[in-house]
C-alpha cells in the first residue's frame, strides 16, 4: 500500500515536472518570437529581416521562418523542409493578431511551433514563426524519465529496508510483550520486558510490568491473608472448644466457670467481628454495599464510642480524650460511622504503649469537618504509608500476629468514607505516633 501510494505521488511529480518544463519552453519560444516581431515591426525591411534571421543560423534545434501575410515566405534560418511546410500550411486559418504556440504536441509532432505578428499601425506586415525541434526535448525528457526510474527504484529499496526495520523494532516488542503475557496467564508472575522505547510499546511494557507487580503483590497479601485467617479462626476455635470441655466438668467450681465463660464469650465476639469484617469486604467487592444517612449529632456519636471501646482500652490502662466541639449535626451512617470509629480507635489500642493516650480532635469548617485520631505508639514504616489501606496489608506481619488482624480493618474504613464522600489519610513517624485524619461534608 505505502509503495503504491509512493509510486502514485513519483508519477504525479514527473509529469508535473515534466509539463512545467515543457510549458516554460512554449512560453520561451513565444517570447523569443515577440522579440523578432517587435524589431521587424520597428523596421520591415529586407535588411532587418535578414539580420533577424542570421541571429537564429546557428542553432541546430531552433529555426525562424518570416512570411508575408499571404503565406509567402520571405526570409527562413534553414531550409523548411516538408515537415515545416506542413505545419505552415495548417495556419492559414490561425487566428491573427496575436502570439500563440500553435503546435505543442512535443510527444506526436516534430516540431513546438510559435507564431508572432508583426503589427505596425493596425497594419499586418507579416508573422514571425518559430520551430523548436521536439527531438531536444524528447531527449531531455527521456533522460530526466531514466532518472525518475533510477529515484524509483532506489526508494522501492529504501521502502523495503525501512518497512523490515520498524517491523522489526515493532514485532521484536511485540513478540516480547506476547511471551511475556502468556507467562503472567500461566501464573509466572515474575515479568521482565527490556523496553526502553518512549512510545506506546513502551508504554504498554511498563503498564504490563505494573500489572505484573500489583498481581504479585495482591497474590502474595492474599497467601498472607488466608494465613492470618487461618490462625484468627483457629486460635479462638481452640479457646472456645477447651475452656468449653473445662466449663463442663462437675469439679470446676461457680467463680471458674464464669470465667472460663467470659473468655468463651470474648472469642466469640472475636471470631463474629472477624466474620464481619470479611462479609463488609465480599459486599464491598460485589458493589453490594450501601449507606443509610440520617441527622446524627457527633456528640451521641463519641459517647456511644466511649462506652464501647471503654472496657478494652482500660485492659493497657489507655486514656481516651476528646477534643473540639460534639454539637453540631451530619448526614451520616450512624452504624457505619460508628464501625469506622471503633476500628481506628482499636487499631490505635494494638499498638500504643501501657497508660498512653489515644486522642479524637473533632475540628469544623464552613462546609466540611475533621475528626483525628491520634495514638503515642511505635508508628508506621514510612515504606508501608502507601500501602496500609490496601485489602490484605498488614504492617510488621509478626506483630501483627500477635496482636491480631487479617488486613481488613483499615480497607473496610476507607471504603465506608468514600461512600460518605469523604475522605481519610494518615500521617505517621516511627517511635511518634500515628495520626488518622477523616474529612467529612455536613450533608
Known amino acids: 500500500m505505502a509503495i503504491a501510494i509512493e509510486m502514485g505521488i513519483f508519477i504525479s511529480l514527473f509529469l508535473l515536472v515534466v509539463n512545467t518544463w515543457i510549458n516554460e519552453q512554449a512560453s520561451s519560444l513565444v517570447k523569443r518570437g515577440e522579440n523578432h516581431a517587435h524589431v521587424l515591426t520597428n523596421d520591415f525591411t529586407a535588411q532587418t529581416i535578414k539580420h533577424v534571421v542570421l541571429t537564429e543560423k546557428g542553432d541546430t534545434d531552433m529555426a525562424i521562418i518570416v512570411q508575408s501575410p499571404d503565406g509567402q515566405t520571405l526570409m527562413a534560418s534553414q531550409v523548411v523542409n516538408s515537415k515545416m511546410k506542413k505545419h505552415l500550411a495548417k495556419f492559414t486559418s490561425a487566428s491573427q493578431g496575436k502570439s500563440e504556440v500553435l ?235 460508628q464501625q469506622v470509629l471503633i476500628n481506628l480507635v482499636i487499631n490505635a489500642y494494638k499498638y500504643s504503649p501501657d497508660n498512653s493516650t489515644i486522642s479524637i480532635d473533632i475540628e469544623q469548617s464552613p462546609k466540611s469537618f475533621s475528626i483525628q485520631i491520634s495514638d503515642e505508639g511505635e508508628g508506621i514504616d514510612a515504606a508501608d504509608l502507601p500501602y496500609i489501606f490496601e485489602h490484605f496489608y498488614r504492617v510488621d506481619k509478626s506483630r501483627t500476629r500477635k496482636t491480631g488482624g487479617v488486613g481488613l480493618g483499615l480497607t473496610i474504613v476507607q471504603d465506608i468514607i468514600k461512600l460518605h464522600d469523604g475522605n481519610i489519610s494518615v500521617k505517621s513517624k516511627q517511635h511518634g505516633g500515628t495520626t488518622f485524619t477523616i474529612e467529612l461534608p455536613y450533608d
Open 103 to 337: 503546435h505543442s504536441d512535443w510527444m506526436k509532432k516534430s516540431y513546438l511551433v510559435s507564431k508572432s505578428p508583426i503589427i505596425k499601425k493596425g497594419k499586418l506586415l507579416g508573422n514571425v514563426y518559430m520551430f523548436l525541434s521536439t527531438k531536444q526535448i524528447q531527449k531531455m525528457v527521456f533522460d530526466f524519465s531514466s532518472v525518475f526510474i533510477v529515484l524509483v527504484i532506489l526508494t522501492f529499496l529504501i521502502t523495503i529496508f525501512a518497512t523490515a526495520s520498524i517491523a522489526k523494532n515493532l514485532t521484536l516488542p511485540i513478540r516480547a510483550i506476547t511471551s511475556e503475557t502468556k507467562k503472567i496467564a500461566q501464573g509466572n508472575l515474575s515479568v521482565a520486558l527490556s523496553i526502553d522505547s518512549q512510545d506506546e510499546l513502551g508504554d504498554l511494557a511498563n503498564s504490563i510490568e505494573d500489572m505484573a507487580n500489583k498481581l504479585r503483590h495482591t497474590k502474595k497479601e492474599r497467601n498472607e491473608f488466608f494465613a492470618a485467617v487461618t490462625h484468627e479462626l483457629r486460635t479462638p476455635l481452640t479457646f472456645i472448644k477447651g475452656y468449653t470441655d473445662i466449663a463442663s466438668r462437675e469439679s470446676v467450681s461457680e467463680g471458674e466457670r464464669v470465667k472460663y465463660l467470659s473468655i468463651i464469650r470474648d472469642e466469640s465476639a472475636r471470631l463474629t467481628h472477624l466474620m464481619d469484617d470479611m462479609m463488609t469486604l465480599v459486599q464491598f467487592e460485589a458493589h453490594n454495599f450501601s449507606i443509610k444517612k440520617s441527622s446524627v449529632l457527633i456528640a451521641n456519636l463519641m459517647d456511644d464510642l466511649m462506652k464501647k471501646v471503654a472496657g478494652i482500652l482500660n485492659q493497657k490502662n489507655i486514656h481516651l480524650n476528646i477534643i473540639g466541639s460534639q454539637q453540631f449535626e451530619a448526614k451520616l451512617d450512624y452504624a457505619r460511622m
